[in-house]
């Protein structure tokens, strides 16, 4: 989906992603025993209203059709809209070489956002499939839509108690959308490329919960930043990927999992839903321990994964992972992953955001790292002077 405002056009950032597509569509992901990917791609352009395109074989040329009712948004057309890309490959060059042209005379500048990530679920609803919106956008949605934003960018609030508003979405609407999305398995991936404030606290959210990825260009310029933006879109769309899964965790009895965070949606306490899942996305799980360990059977974790394979197949993942006990402390500290606390704290943190002031949670990590320092001098260290520095090796 490509935003062809008239910022897009005249700055030629249209254009470059056209061609660029051109070329990486041939590297779509495929099954390693394929020749060919199996994966169908449609394309749309919007402003304030949306343009589907048939890109069926055997058409000479695509055809246009003009969604105009963003309020209720609907797919004016199934066949032809997702196509396989060898098939019809010619026609799709077609497109992508006169969208530029199409839209060269339009000063439409307002555009819709909402519309658009509905849009492209519905269009995956109808094809009963799940799938990956790529959107790229440049402004704030301020259209008369589902969605529409306000400039709300308050310096005043920066370092105060209602500092969190400015990390929360503005409406409602991404929310209930997000779970949408997942409930569909569609999976959101946005590339922004704003010359001014445009509220990724809002627009966000729909990529984070849908297992999808943010990428910020703040004031694009061609010769500076395309080829970070062609690499960064390069690497996203050839990248293997499930879609439409489901994670759950089990563990062996004294601890249980509690918490989980990543690109997520949970509506109950066991199943992790995820639109998609990619190797570039890890979720981190909490566990708690409340009863009783052996050091004799340790501690016994299994991961399993239902998804959904770009061929189309439904598979299970299956982890199991068996962990050492220990009494002593010292173990503890040994073996102690620094990388894994410092994925868990991160993610904790941006979770709290949300909720509490940035002071509050700087304090809370401060607390957090000096209790474990504090504990490992006072369990593990050998008798010393209390001024002198501890440093844990692992």
Avoid: W
Wanted: hydrophobic fraction near 40%.
């Amino acid at each position: 989906m490509i935003d062809v405002s008239y910022s897009n056009i005249k700055n030629g950032l249209v254009k470059l992603i056209c061609e660029e597509l051109k070329t990486v569509l041939e590297k779509l992901p495929k099954e390693e025993q394929e020749e060919t990917s199996a994966i169908r791609v449609g394309f749309i352009t919007y402003n304030k209203v949306l343009h589907f395109f048939n890109v069926k074989s055997n058409l000479a040329q695509p055809q246009m059709m003009v969604v105009t009712d963003v309020g209720e948004v609907f797919v004016p057309l199934l066949d032809g809209f997702l196509v396989n890309y060898q098939e019809s490959q010619s026609v799709i060059h077609n497109l992508l070489d006169q969208i530029p042209d199409m839209f060269a005379d339009s000063n439409e500048n307002e555009t819709v956002f909402a519309p658009v990530i509905q849009a492209g679920m519905e269009a995956l609803k109808a094809a009963d499939c799940p799938g990956k919106l790529f959107i790229f956008h440049s402004s704030l949605p301020t259209a008369e839509a589902p969605g529409k934003l306000k400039n709300r960018d308050d310096k005043k609030l920066v370092n105060t108690d209602k500092e969190k508003i400015l990390f929360q979405p503005q409406t409602n609407v991404y929310d209930s959308l997000a779970k949408d999305c997942v409930a569909h398995g569609c999976s959101v991936t946005l590339f922004l490329f704003p010359s001014q404030y445009v509220d990724v606290a809002s627009l966000g959210l729909v990529p984070q919960l849908t297992g999808g990825t943010l990428y910020k260009y703040s004031n694009f310029q061609m010769h500076l930043d395309s080829q970070q933006f062609l690499n960064d879109l390069r690497n996203d769309i050839e990248k293997k990927i499930g879609f439409d899964a489901i994670m759950r965790v089990r563990t062996s009895t004294g601890f249980r999992a509690t918490d989980f965070f990543g690109g997520i949606l949970m509506n109950n306490t066991t199943d992790v839903e995820m639109a998609a899942i990619d190797c570039d996305k890890a979720v981190t799980v909490e566990f708690k321990h409340d009863d009783k360990l052996s050091e004799d059977s340790g501690a016994l974790i299994q991961c399993a994964v239902l998804y959904t394979t770009i061929s189309g197949q439904r598979r299970l993942r299956i982890h199991n992972l068996g962990l050492n006990c220990s009494s002593q402390l010292g173990d503890l500290y040994k073996s102690c992953e620094t990388d894994a606390l410092i994925n868990f704290f991160a993610k904790s943190a941006f979770k709290a955001v949300l909720h509490q002031p940035l002071k509050v949670i700087r304090e809370i990590l401060v607390n957090q790292t000096a209790h474990m320092l504090a504990c490992y001098r006072k369990n593990c260290a050998s008798p010393s002077a209390a001024s002198q520095f501890i440093h844990c090796q692992k």
